[in-house]
């Protein structure tokens, strides 16, 4: 069973390309197989490389790691006039 990210989800991702370690973040955007992930905590070696993606990666849904969900908000309700 797959779990469904959404925004605000903490998540780790794997290391790819540069990168040459995981590292953690909350998802921006999702995509219909991937997740935009806005790179909050990563290696140090890595920072030049994450200073260059702007402090974002686009990762496969599969390689991202939940950590954290994100809080869920109860649609509020107005009363009708």
């Known amino acids: 069973m797959t ?9 780790q991702g794997k ?6 370690h995981d590292f953690k973040g909350e998802i921006e955007k999702v995509y219909e197989n991937s997740v935009l992930i ?7 070696p890595d ?3 994450v200073d260059e993606y702007n402090h974002r990666a686009v990762v ?5 790691k939940l950590i954290k969900a994100a809080p869920v908000v109860a649609e509020k309700v107005e009363p009708e006039a």
Not at 3 to 11: F, Q
Not at 38 to 44: G, H, R, W
């Open 60 to 64: 496969r849904k599969g390689d991202a």
């Open 47 to 49: 920072k030049p490389v």
């Open 38 to 44: 806005l790179i909050k905590e990563f290696a140090q």
């Open 3 to 11: 779990v469904e990210l959404k925004i605000g989800d903490y998540v």
């Open 15 to 20: 290391k790819f390309a540069s990168l040459e």
